[in-house]
């Protein structure tokens, strides 16, 4: 596509239930990243894929948090029996030869 | 020191200031530098890659000191559209993931 697209744009979601947030990287990008922002807060790196090779997970807070990419190009981020400090704004980007980021607009978690 | 440590602000400029912002970073190794922008709720978005001295883009100059492990933005006549936040971008050790700073807020003043 044109861009990263991220869905849902939204999601609210009660404290303990599972939710999965999904990425569609721009075309061609090798690379696909993670990373979340908390209101006020800086970025901060969960997970990144490159090619075929092993993921980089060295970012994940716990082991709540996983992910995969499928074929190269979609990703899922899952995050199990959710908490409150899990909201946050999962924002996804991908790159070519990891030469500065394109994101997507991000998927706006609120764990109430 | 940080990672990547930034002045947070915010800089409040009238129209047509120069503005400059700094950011140090603490892994040497580092090779190839970003600024990013980023609007209130919005995505960051690459504003310009540093990977020498420094480079001009219009209004905008970026600069590279590795002596110091500093990178400047400077902004000339300033616009209204200028205001957001700027991210100082750093790469992790020698991969492709990238460790962003909390960003500088530029309020730019009729």
């Known amino acids: 596509g044109a861009g990263v697209s991220q869905s849902p744009s939204n999601k609210v979601t009660e404290k303990g239930k599972d939710v999965e947030l999904r990425c569609d990287p721009i075309s061609g990008h090798t690379a696909l990243y993670w990373y979340r922002q908390s209101l006020g807060q800086g970025l901060e790196f969960l997970i990144y894929f490159q090619g075929n090779s092993a993921p980089d997970k060295s970012g994940l807070p716990s082991d709540r948090f996983s992910a995969e990419r499928t074929g190269g190009s979609v990703s899922t981020l899952t995050i199990q029996r959710t908490q409150q400090e899990d909201s946050a704004v999962y924002l996804c980007?991908?790159?070519?030869?990891?030469?500065?980021?394109?994101f997507g607009s991000g998927t706006r978690l609120t764990v109430v | 020191r940080k990672e990547v440590e930034q002045d947070p602000g915010p800089f409040n400029v009238p129209e047509g200031a120069t503005v400059a912002f700094n950011c140090t970073y603490s892994?040497?190794?580092?090779?190839?530098f970003f600024w990013y922008r980023q609007d209130c709720r919005k995505e960051p978005k690459l504003l310009m890659s540093?990977?020498?001295s420094g480079n001009e883009d219009g209004r905008f100059t970026a600069q590279l000191n590795r002596a110091s492990q500093y990178i400047s933005l400077l902004i000339r006549d300033s616009k209204l559209s200028d205001s957001a936040t700027y991210l100082c971008v750093v790469p992790v050790n020698s991969g492709y993931a990238l460790n962003f700073g909390k960003g500088t807020s530029l309020l730019v003043t009729p």
């Open positions: 980007a991908s790159s070519f030869t990891g030469r500065g980021y394109t």
């Open positions: 540093v990977y020498s």
């Open positions: 892994n040497s190794a580092s090779q190839s």
